[in-house]
């Protein structure tokens, strides 16, 4: 079977009248995302989350009466699920949209453990909300666009196009995030853990980070019984951090952010900053957010990281704050204080994108790993 080029499905959208694009990335998706990145110019924005991307096409479609395309990795379909049944479905708006999504975890076909059952589920999921979907092969797709336009048209509902694993020619995204410094995401993260107590937990936010934490555990002859990777649930590592903080106040627990999870779901440090305000709970909790400006793992498609003051979000939110860092030496210190200070504390990195072609996976499983830490938080710490 032969492969997409990403600029051929690109055009066969634009003649028909399909040149909005709104959406979060993915790795199925990278070479299509990273040539509407480097086309479509303003008419495609890098969502916060799949959800907003929704709304966000939404609102075009009021405006314009045009029919806009929504691209996610089908792990972020649960956050389209609300908007789409309790907004665009046909018994409610009725908004027509081509939804792009990445199949991970498609049966038969091997990956990894945090989507298998989301692969699984996922063609029931669309029929469940009443979506009509096809499958994008090199030799269906001028077919199935048609197919797909014609239900937008007519029916004035969404529309989905699963996308498999290998569819799409490689494609390298061309707008590069220029940045000059002096350290990338796994030298902080070694950095950070080579700084903080035995006695911190640690959970570390979704895709290259919780591998990076995991592979210099390995290396360096460490155990991984206080991590927690975030395999999956991208957006959420602070609140399982929150969590464990909660239930486990006297050791200190060190969330280990990305720029791009922290904006998915940018609502949690009000959570945790309005609840340490009212309750005087979270001073355990210490908040890292490594930013590259990008979304790294799936592509490496511009974030807002770099356009927004995470210290003044955080602050507002009632989180106390550190200078942002930039250098190994400074983020040392800025560890230093961050333990010493009473939390919810943040505090910024910012590193270059980027990471080794080589870099590993956990070859523990999810259970092992959440058995492992559930061992380690039942110890009492010894300060």
């Known amino acids: 079977m032969g492969k997409i080029k990403a600029s051929n499905l690109y ?38 989350n799949e959800g907003s991307a929704v709304a966000m096409a939404t609102g075009y479609h009021l405006a314009t009466g045009k029919m806009p395309a929504v691209y996610m990795q089908n792990s972020g379909f649960g956050n389209t699920v609300n908007p789409l049944l309790s907004l665009t479905h046909e018994k409610v708006y009725s908004i027509p949209m081509l939804l792009l999504i990445g199949w991970r975890g498609e049966p038969g076909v091997k990956d990894e453990p945090q989507h298998v059952a989301q692969g699984a589920l996922q063609t029931s999921l669309l029929d469940s909300c009443e979506i009509p979907y096809g499958v994008l092969e090199e030799d269906n797709m001028d077919e199935l ?9 007519e029916k004035s509902s969404p529309f989905a196009i699963l996308v498999r694993k290998g569819t799409f020619e490689g494609y390298a995204l061309q707008t590069k995030i220029e940045t000059d410094f002096e350290m990338s995401r796994e030298t902080a993260i070694k950095t950070i853990l080579d700084n903080i107590s035995p006695e911190d937990a640690v959970v570390g936010t979704t895709g290259m980070p919780s591998r990076e934490i995991f592979e210099h555990r390995a290396a360096t002859g460490g155990n991984h019984t206080r991590d927690f990777l975030t395999v999956g649930c991208m957006g959420h590592a602070s609140q399982i951090a929150a969590g464990i903080a909660l239930q486990s106040p006297d050791r200190q627990v060190v969330v280990v952010d990305g720029d791009g999870a922290a904006l998915m779901h940018l609502g949690g440090l009000a959570s945790i900053g309005g609840l340490s305000s009212e309750r005087g709970c979270f001073k355990n909790f210490k908040h890292i957010i490594i930013n590259n400006g990008a979304h790294d793992s799936v592509g490496g498609q511009p974030t807002v990281g770099f356009h927004i003051d995470f210290n003044k979000i955080a602050e507002g939110c009632g989180y106390k704050t550190l200078p942002s860092v930039e250098t190994e030496k400074d983020l040392i210190t ?24 080589d870099i590993g996976r956990p070859t523990t499983t999810p259970v092992q790993n959440r058995d492992a830490l559930m061992s380690f938080l039942s110890t009492p710490c010894s300060a």
């Open 334 to 357: 800025a560890i230093q204080k961050l333990r010493a200070t009473e939390g919810p504390c943040v505090v910024e990195v910012k590193v270059n994108k980027g990471a080794r072609k």
């Open 11 to 48: 055009k066969a959208l634009s003649k028909r009248g399909i040149e909005n694009f709104y959406g979060v990335p993915d790795s199925l998706l990278k070479d299509l995302c990273a040539y509407i990145t480097d086309t479509a110019g303003n008419n495609n924005i890098c969502t916060a």
């Open 145 to 153: 666009l048609t197919k797909a336009h014609t239900h937008l048209r």
